[in-house]
Structures are given as structure tokens and as C-alpha cells.
């Protein structure tokens, strides 16, 4: 059973425009939901996170919105650029489990120049 | 810092063989995970560990695989017998106590191909 459910599976975006990549979560005990990048032959590395507490957080290029309401968040990036093509991951933890994270499947990000 | 360190980072070995993959964490983390990687599962978490003692393995496939840690600067995930459905990417990573889940660092993976 997959906890978090991410969309698009592949996106492709032209230079300079916005990256939105979705993601969707049932259990409501989650409370910390960062995002990854990965780029081909690396790890997956610590991109923005958020806890529940705020609606959105910023970081440079880089925006989650989070709507606890709905239980779902989302990453923005703006003015995207071809170094941004990687996948993206998104995940959520749960604080009586400290440590495991739950990922969505990725979006393979590509990013035209 | 050197961070995760994993080896090797490739392998291939036939169906049948044990392979050990080895990984040591960032000096002073004390949280060790292995997950591994598909293209039809995406991200999964085997086993992780705290202070060297696993705290949930509940993602462990089978029998067929063991993950220890010895000390707090080594770990190991065996799989013998090795399939081919356990061709992957296997990343280990590490986390230092207190930042709940937020500075979690990945490895660079091991790239297993069981022929």
C-alpha cells in the first residue's frame, strides 16, 4: 500500500517555467513531508521540507504548499532551469516512527533548454 | 565529511551467489537505513537501526536477507541466495539523533545486477 501518492510520474518543462509536481497522503499522524532530488547515479538528497503547521515554505527557486485540509502538498519550481532535471521525490514521516520516511514512486523532471 | 560511503558500487553476480554490501554512515549518526531502489517499487525501506540495534525490518523481502551492524560505524546487507528479481539499487543511509527524519543522508548506492 502506497502512503503517499505522487503525480506526475514524468514531467517536462520549458526553461523559465514552472515545475509542479503533486502529492497526496491518508494518514493524518504524518507530521514532517520533505522532498528529494535525485540525479542520475546519486543518491536522493534533502531538497525543502515542511511540517504542518505552515501552509507554504520558500527556498530560493523552490516552494511546497501544503494544504492539511485536503492532506496533499506540492513542490513548485519556478523560473525551472535544465540543471533542475533530476527526479524528485516526495515523502512523509510520522513522528511515533522516528526516522522511516514513506516515499512517493518520483517525477522524473526534464527541464528544455 | 566524507558522508555515506557504500561499496561496491557495482555488482553483478550470478543467480544463487551471496553478495554482501557494505556501507558505513557519517561519523556520529545513529540511525542507519537501507532501502532499496526499482523502477517498479520505487523507494523502499528494508531495515533500519538505532545505535546499532534494528528497530524495524519489517520491509525485509525474505529470509534471503540479513542486515547487520556490528558497530556504529559499519553495516552490511547480505542476500544469499541472490535472484534475479533482487536487481537493484541498494542505497544506505544515516542520520544523527534529533532531526526526526529531517537530515537524512543517502549513499551513492550499490548497483546489483543478479544475472
Known amino acids: 500500500q502506497q502512503q503517499v501518492k505522487q503525480s506526475p510520474q514524468s514531467l517536462i518543462v520549458q526553461k523559465g517555467g514552472i515545475s509542479i509536481i503533486n502529492c497526496a497522503y491518508e494518514n493524518t499522524a504524518f507530521d514532517y513531508f520533505p522532498w528529494y532530488q535525485q540525479f542520475p547515479g546519486k543518491g536522493p538528497a534533502l531538497l525543502i521540507a515542511i511540517r504542518p503547521d505552515v501552509s507554504e515554505k520558500k527556498e530560493g527557486r523552490f516552494t511546497i504548499s501544503f494544504n492539511k485540509s485536503a492532506k496533499q502538498f506540492s513542490l513548485h519550481i519556478m523560473d525551472s532551469q535544465p540543471g533542475d532535471s533530476a527526479t524528485y521525490f516526495c515523502?512523509?514521516?510520522?513522528?511515533?516512527?522516528?526516522?522511516?520516511?514513506?516515499f512517493g514512486r518520483g517525477t522524473q523532471l526534464t527541464v528544455w533548454p | 565529511d566524507a558522508g555515506v560511503i557504500q561499496s561496491p558500487r557495482h555488482e553483478v553476480t550470478e543467480m544463487g551467489q551471496e553478495v554482501t554490501l557494505r556501507c558505513k554512515p557519517i561519523?556520529?549518526?545513529?540511525?542507519l537505513f537501507w532501502y532499496r531502489q526499482t523502477m517498479m517499487r520505487g523507494l523502499e525501506l528494508l531495515i533500519y537501526f538505532n545505535n546499532n540495534v534494528p528497530i524495524d525490518d519489517s520491509g525485509m523481502p525474505e529470509d534471503r536477507f540479513s542486515a547487520k551492524m556490528p558497530n556504529a560505524s559499519f553495516s552490511t546487507l547480505k542476500i544469499q541466495p541472490s535472484e534475479p528479481r533482487d536487481s537493484a539499487v541498494y542505497f544506505c543511509a544515516s542520520m544523527p539523533t534529533g532531526t526526526g527524519g529531517s537530515s537524512i543522508y543517502f549513499g551513492e548506492g550499490s548497483w546489483l545486477t543478479v544475472v
Open positions: 515523502a512523509a514521516r510520522r513522528g511515533s516512527t522516528l526516522g522511516r520516511l514513506y
Open positions: 561519523s556520529g549518526h545513529d540511525y
